[in-house]
């Protein structure tokens, strides 16, 4: 997933495998389709998922820049 988005940027589409997960801080609502941010790095943590590489686990979080 991450080699995708470094290639093709944040996309909203169907392919999206989150769009009918439960919310984990809202328990209750979907998640629905599209690209989330928030301002808030501990929201982020509750919602960003891990990868291993080399035998070590990181944490995915991505920090976005947007131009006026």
């Given at each position: 997933m991450i080699?995708?988005?470094l290639q093709n940027?944040?996309?909203n589409g169907f392919n999206?495998?989150?769009a009918f997960?439960?919310?984990k801080c809202h328990?209750?609502?979907k998640i629905g389709n599209g690209v989330y941010?928030?301002?808030n790095i501990n929201t982020a943590k509750k919602y960003s998922g891990t990868i291993t590489m080399?035998?070590?686990r990181y944490r995915t979080l991505f920090l976005v820049k947007v131009k006026k």
């Open positions: 080699d995708s988005i940027g944040f996309k999206n495998i989150h997960c439960q919310d328990s209750g609502n941010v928030t301002l080399d035998g070590k």
